[in-house]
């Protein structure tokens, strides 16, 4: 009797036991599918230049902030151009704000080059997720709003206001998003004191973080020399004289890729230069007349200059070894508007800073880890992001996109984030976001710091 008594009892336990976790793990799936269709309704939506919906991409954002119970809020610094802004109000609101940004268009995809269709987000047997957008950065963006959702169930209440924005047109500079957003009395209103932009995604088991990005500079030098016949050896002819900077160029390209193949430097520490166009030649019906030496010649080059070069030594060398005037050459540098400064408006280099300095740094790492992650080193972005137009304002923004064990597909065809990388990034994003938004420097040292 006692023993069958047992034996029921465990035989219940037993069944009871199962049936909890079998109902405990279809509502965890259930609420992952949902997880995973909430991104990928975002992906399908085409917000990819040169005609981005942002009309249905705002839809979608402020249809998700309701069911989440933010304020939102849509402005226009240029008609067609929404940035969508989104609260979560804190309970010390006088504390700087959290901003967590993201743009919402991608670049174009060309259909016929991808394995699934680059706008109907199809997840693959393996669980890869296939879409234009899936690293570049609508990931970020659905992670920030899929990371509140499960705080909130939680009941957690941010010290801090939380600002989720999301912005149109980085994809073609952010004229018209960030950079107009950072400058207008909207952003001054939100009082900032942290911005979250984008990262890359990381090949190894490292994720990576950005705390400042490469000034793209935009060189276009020309040759001119006597034209001359075509068998004639002369010195200083046009194609000449290009030629000889093009080699003095090729020289410095090759010292600096140099550094990066001997592990010395990272993409991001140093200069890169790449040829763009070589214009030349004098043309003819069929083709190029070929027994002439025409008398100009040009090449365009894209130069990515990080905040710690020497921008003065550059733009000497520019003037001196690649397009001096004794070689009868000139050069422009900012044709099609892109010059810029690695310095701020005080003269010093666009970077938010990795040390002791700057708390937010220490607490993405700590966050990070918390949420069992690992962080790389800090890095330079090797291109541009929105972020410069916040740290031109002197405000500390981080990049950061929550990719491991990803190879780095934005812009380029079947770009595609696995489930799990995309989920574990919302448990990064959690703790993240717990983290500042509990922060507050006053309760450590017992006096007001409001600067941060
Ligand atoms: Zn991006």
Redesign the pocket.
């Known amino acids: 009797m006692m023993k069958l008594n047992r034996g029921s009892i465990f035989l219940i336990a037993f069944l009871l036991s199962t049936l909890t976790s079998l109902q405990s793990s279809s509502s965890s799936s259930s609420e992952e599918s949902n997880i995973i269709s909430r991104f990928q309704q975002y992906l399908q939506i085409k917000t990819n230049h040169p005609t981005p919906n942002y009309t249905q991409s705002s839809q979608f954002l402020i249809s998700l902030s309701k069911s989440l119970s933010l304020e939102s809020q849509t402005i226009e610094l240029v008609p067609g151009k929404p940035i969508i802004i989104l609260k979560w109000a804190g309970t010390s609101p006088e504390l700087p704000s959290i901003m967590l940004y993201s743009?919402t268009d991608?670049v174009p995809a060309e259909h016929d080059k991808w394995v699934h269709h680059p706008f109907k987000a199809h997840v693959d047997d393996e669980g890869r997720i296939y879409a234009r957008g899936s690293q570049?950065?609508k990931c970020v963006s659905m992670q920030y709003l899929e990371a509140v959702r499960i705080l909130k169930s939680w009941d957690f209440q941010p010290k801090r206001t939380v600002y989720l924005v999301f912005a149109p047109d980085?994809?073609i500079g952010g004229h018209d998003g960030a950079e107009k957003f950072s400058l207008s009395k909207d952003f001054q209103d939100l009082n900032v004191g942290i911005v979250l932009d984008?990262g890359l995604a990381s090949p190894d088991e490292h994720y990576r973080a950005f705390y400042a990005e490469r000034s793209p500079w935009w060189l276009v030098i020309k040759a001119v020399g006597a034209p001359g016949h075509g068998s004639k050896l002369y010195d200083n002819s046009a194609m000449e004289n290009l030629l000889k900077s093009i080699e003095s160029i090729r020289r410095f390209r090759a010292s600096q890729f140099d550094l990066i193949k001997a592990g010395l430097k990272a993409e991001g520490d140093v200069v890169s230069i790449n040829m763009a166009f070589l214009k030349a030649g004098t043309p003819s019906p069929t083709g190029f007349v070929m027994n002439l030496q025409p008398s100009e010649a040009e090449a365009g080059f894209d130069i990515r200059v990080p905040p710690t070069a020497d921008a003065e030594s550059l733009e000497r060398r520019i003037a001196e070894e690649w397009a001096p005037s004794c070689r009868n050459m000139s050069f422009r540098l900012g044709q099609f508007k892109q010059k810029l400064s690695v310095l701020d408006a005080s003269g010093k280099p666009v970077i938010t800073k990795t040390d002791s300095s700057n708390p937010w740094w220490a607490l993405l790492e700590n966050a990070v880890q918390e949420s069992g992650g690992k962080l790389g080193k800090p890095e330079i972005f090797p291109a541009s992001?929105?972020a410069r137009y916040f740290r031109r304002v002197g405000l500390p923004a981080i990049g950061f996109s929550p990719m491991a064990n990803t190879p780095i597909l934005?812009h380029d065809h079947n770009e595609y984030l696995h489930k799990d990388e995309y989920l574990k990034g919302i448990k990064v994003y959690e703790s993240i976001i717990k983290a500042y938004a509990s922060f507050d420097e006053r309760v450590k040292d017992g006096t007001s710091k409001d600067e941060l």
């Open positions: 743009h991608v570049d950065m980085e994809e984008e992001t929105d934005l």
